[in-house]
């Protein structure tokens, strides 16, 4: 990595079109325990991680499962990719069977030294339009490890819930969010794998499904409330096949905290502000 600059990948942009097939917005909504939106429907938040999929062939993936890294990201050989949290804005809602359009940029990438060693943080921006119009802004924060073993004891405690949601993270469930996703990472469906070479003792709960299992049960809890920004962070990861807890509480008018536990400790964290 010494002979790569990694400042070279910052500001490269790729932009992808989705039609948001109802088909696939049906397979999301009979995965996630919803009604399959119609053509023009709002979609829930979040759902848009189910679209703009990348059609990498087998031949362009690394052992982990993910595509290789060095073309539109930049080379991590012989890390561990992990989803470390991010920001999104609505705008507006993205509809059910009408083409959009995201365009994604590299906006920083920064190497740090961390407890277990350097961890390379890569930050992506994205944009959704649709019908002309901007309707979701985005960052995502991808964090590469050097292998090491994981965190996997919570030490904050679960703050007392105004709603929550129980989530059964089956490996059927991990299954066909990866599949919904195209996502290979294999620590989500080789057990093997993600035991003998990356040292967890389960299947790993993908967090994007764990943010949005939060922002599904504060929408269950708020139905009529516009969702406008969404901040979240994992602390640790979540472990299949046991449950875990997505919950919330109201902090002040317009501002909610939301959390993910398991063991009566925190794993995932997000603030979320709304419109009543």
Known sequence: ????????????????????????AACVAATLGKPAPRKGDPMPELWHWCFFLEAVGMDALGTDGHPARGTFLPPAEGRNRMWAGGRVYFDSPLLAGIEAQKTSTVANITEKQGKTGSLLFVTVAHEVFQNGDRVIREEQDIVYRLPSPPKLQGTEPVPDADWQLTVEPTSTLLFRYSALTFNGHRIHYDYPYVT?????????????LIATMMVQSFRDAHPGARIEHLAYRGLRPLIAPKPFVAAGQKVEQGLARLWAAQDNTLAHQAELRFEA
Request: hydrophobic share 30%; proline share 5%.
């Open 196 to 208: 003998e070479t990356e040292g967890y003792p389960g299947l790993v709960v993908h967090g994007p």
């Open 1 to 24: 990595m010494s002979e790569v600059s990694l400042d070279d990948w910052i500001g490269r942009t790729q932009t992808t079109t989705d039609a948001f097939d109802l088909g696939h």
